[in-house]
């Protein structure tokens, strides 16, 4: 079964980084978009950012200027760069992959990891 695995949560003051990993298990995943979705306590999951095979890439208006993703495709790898980072990002993140979809629509992904938890404290 075809796998994404998340690392690189923890616990940060604000105002600091952290860099998030997902790693794919199949390589069919490097065709795929790939994103980023989190959801904090109390609230609905959201879309944070994605990246397409391509490259082309697309942010919540939230993380701008403060989020950077990216991806390896030869090692089947994305990663999301998070810096100034405020209490309000404090949730789970997860990765997702897919094809023909829309970016920021959690339902068309077709693979999910299981999550990292990014604490940011104040």
């Known amino acids: 079964q075809a796998q994404l695995v998340e690392s690189g949560g923890g616990l940060v003051p604000a105002g600091g980084s952290l860099r998030l990993s997902c790693a794919a298990s199949?390589?069919?995943?490097?065709?795929?978009?790939m994103s980023w979705f989190r959801r904090a306590p109390g609230k609905e999951r959201e879309f944070v950012a994605s990246?397409?095979?391509?490259?082309?890439?697309s942010y919540a208006d939230s993380v701008k200027g403060r989020f950077t993703i990216s991806r390896d495709n030869a090692k089947i790898i994305m990663y999301l760069q998070m810096n100034n980072l405020k209490p309000d990002d404090t949730a789970v993140y997860y990765c997702?992959?897919?094809?023909?979809?829309?970016?920021?629509?959690?339902?068309?992904?077709?693979?999910w990891g299981q999550g990292t938890q990014v604490t940011v404290s104040s």
């Open positions: 997702a992959g897919g094809v023909m979809l829309v970016p920021s629509r959690a339902d068309d992904y077709s693979a």
């Open positions: 990246i397409r095979s391509s490259g082309r890439t």
């Open positions: 199949e390589q069919r995943f490097s065709g795929y978009t």
